[in-house]
């Protein structure tokens, strides 16, 4: 399962990265609202994971996302998901039923961190200028 997790971000970012690409800087910083990001990471590691809740605006306000050039924003996203498509491939099978609590929410899986993840992913992609 762990393998199959890993292709489907693979893949994802693979189809989604020449569309990225074709975006401009003007046309890819036209202001939507608020961003939402995830995150994953230690869950393979321990029996349960326990991280804090996600405070999106400040940390898109502290990346300064809005300073930084399209075309490296898109680069730093593709390496950035290759790494964690490396890290998803390499979670024991066992690992991926890893209770996870993020903030005051109810425990979910690493599995379902993972999903979630290439699905918020693929929502963010569609909010941006020229998806078809």
């Not at 202001?31 to 939402?36: E, L, T």
């Not at 290759?82 to 425990?107: M, Q, W």
Request: glycine letters at 6%; a neutral charge.
């Amino acid at each position: 399962m762990a393998q199959n997790l890993s292709l489907l971000l693979a893949r994802t970012i693979e189809r989604e990265l020449p569309k990225l690409r074709e975006l401009t800087g003007g046309r890819a910083s036209i202001p939507r609202a608020s961003g939402k990001w995830s995150s994953l990471r230690a869950a393979a590691l321990e029996p349960q994971f326990h991280g804090p809740g996600y405070a999106q605006d400040d940390w898109v306000r502290l990346h300064g996302y809005q300073e930084v050039s399209w075309a490296l924003l898109v680069e730093v996203w593709f390496q950035y998901n290759l790494l964690l498509a490396g890290l998803v491939k390499n979670i024991p099978e066992d690992r991926l039923d890893t209770a996870c609590f993020i903030g005051a929410n109810p425990a979910v899986t690493l599995r379902l961190l993972i999903e979630d993840y290439v699905f918020h992913m693929q929502h963010h992609r569609d909010q941006l200028p020229g998806r078809t």
